[in-house]
């Protein structure tokens, strides 16, 4: 009888890593999908280079800035490079936490200079645009790019979630009926890490809410699923396949044909809604703490990018209220 191969060290301790990512850390599916992608990558290299009988404690920044070499020669772009970098310094965190390896070799390695890209971010009175035409929008109506709207309804939730609530595409499709906290004027968000927080619920998406829900309501129980009527997604699929629940990439292509239609910008997506609501949130001055919560952001410097796409507002707060500047 032929025998098993057996794993290298390498590749048993990059799955032990993403089993603790995956069970442990509660991150998410998208998160360990691409952490699982770099470091097996990795792994299979380091087997490559040290042998099937390699130790992972002989592994030296050396090897890990020739890793990111290899990645440029395939093809891969500076950004890519990043992104496997900080999954290879987090699996190393982990080994040295663990006591399996002495230091973490990944920090001697610098992380590629990245161009800083600041994303476009329509203006208030475009997203309201939008909006406003999502209003009055009729079933299977046609749009610029020949495809109708599947539910106006629904996708007017969307765009008033993602942009009123400024939550992720993936906290959107995350809202169950019972995320909504009518009471207390909010939803209730499970971010990253399973982190919850309230966000308040506006006038306009609540209004449109309160017109989806007994449409929703009513297309499930003609489909047969009427125990999903009072529970399970708030968003659900026209198909009304499996649980019902819509998935990112129907909202992406959801937020994109829409945002075509109504001659907004090519490159829009979800996250553009996101930023928008925080940059359009600082420019009537809202404070960045208070943004920082409601986006769920971890630090503050994540949230401060926003700033830079206000630059235009500070200089007119500064020459209008410094007594130095009139």
């Not at 396949?241 to 990112?248: A, E, F, Q, S, V």
């Not at 703490?289 to 769920?296: C, D, F, P, S, T």
């Amino acid at each position: 009888m032929e025998q098993a191969t057996k794993e290298s060290e390498f590749h048993e301790l990059a799955e032990r890593f993403l089993a603790m990512l995956s069970n442990e850390r509660g991150a998410s599916e998208h998160t360990v999908r691409a952490y699982a992608r770099e470091i097996r990558n990795f792994a299979a290299y380091l087997g490559e280079t040290f042998g099937q009988e390699g130790r992972i404690g002989r592994v030296e920044h050396t090897h890990i800035r020739s890793y990111l070499g290899v990645l440029y020669e395939r093809g891969l772009t500076k950004a890519s490079a990043a992104r496997a970098l900080a999954a290879v310094r987090s699996w190393f965190k982990w080994l040295a936490k663990e006591k399996l390896v002495e230091q973490n070799p990944a920090l001697l390695v610098s992380t590629p200079k990245l161009p800083k890209h600041l994303p476009r971010v329509p203006t208030a009175e475009e997203v309201n645009r939008v909006l406003n035409s999502l209003e009055g929008a009729k079933q299977n109506e046609k749009q610029m790019e020949g495809e109708p709207i599947a539910w106006p309804e629904r996708e007017r939730v969307i765009f008033e979630l993602l942009y009123g609530c400024g939550i992720r595409n993936s906290e959107l499709v995350g809202l169950n009926l019972d995320s909504v906290k009518w009471g207390d004027e909010a939803i209730l968000v499970r971010g990253k890490g399973r982190k919850e927080r309230l966000v308040p619920l506006g006038d306009e998406a609540a209004i449109a809410l309160r017109a989806y829900l007994p449409i929703r309501a009513e297309r499930l129980k003609a489909a047969g699923k009427g125990v999903l009527q009072h529970e399970g997604p708030l968003l659900i699929n026209v198909r009304m396949r499996g649980d019902c629940r819509l998935t990112t990439r129907s909202v992406g292509r959801i937020v994109k044909a829409i945002a075509l239609s109504r001659g907004l910008a090519a490159d829009v997506h979800p996250h553009t809604l996101r930023h928008a609501f925080g940059t359009h949130m600082l420019e009537e001055g809202a404070d960045l703490r208070a943004i920082q919560e409601m986006l769920g952001h971890e630090r503050l410097s994540t949230t401060q990018r926003y700033t830079q796409l206000t630059v235009g507002q500070v200089q007119r707060v500064y020459d209008e209220t410094h007594p130095r500047a009139k």
